[in-house]
């Protein structure tokens, strides 16, 4: 058993990956031989992910606020706290905060054997507004 007690600093999503101001914490991310990654990803009024995979999928929880989600072919899906969504491995989609509200969510992944947890493609040309 392993008791974190402090964690990382929280630090600002990167430009390439996100539009507008996000923020991640890292809450779990054990040593090897386990795989699994957990964020708490607070994002501001408007802002959100730019098109992205993940190779085994990914589950977030919405813990505060209100959201959107959308995968590449689908139609723009309201969230709310609560919410749970799972995102199939592969699938490309996109999330964030609606655009006159905060939202918070947890992001669970399993990382790939390589370390890698997300393929960042475009940003998103037509959100909501």
Not at 18 to 38: H, K, N
Request: proline share 8%; charged share 20%; net charge negative.
């Amino acid at each position: 058993m392993h008791i974190t007690r402090q964690r990382p600093d929280s630090r600002q999503g990167p430009a390439e990956n996100f539009t507008g101001t996000v923020w991640l914490d890292e809450i779990a991310a054990p040593a090897v031989p386990s795989r699994l990654r957990m964020f708490n990803v607070h994002f501001a009024p408007g802002a959100h992910t730019a098109w992205h995979t993940h190779p085994h999928g990914q589950v977030l929880h919405v813990l505060e606020g209100e959201g959107l989600v959308q995968r590449r072919g689908g139609d723009v899906e309201p969230i709310r706290a609560g919410d749970t969504v799972w995102i199939e491995p592969g699938e490309w989609h996109w999330h964030g905060a609606t655009p006159r509200t905060f939202m918070t969510h947890l992001a669970v992944v399993e990382a790939a054997e390589d370390g890698t947890t997300a393929q960042w493609h475009e940003h998103v040309t037509d959100y909501p507004a």
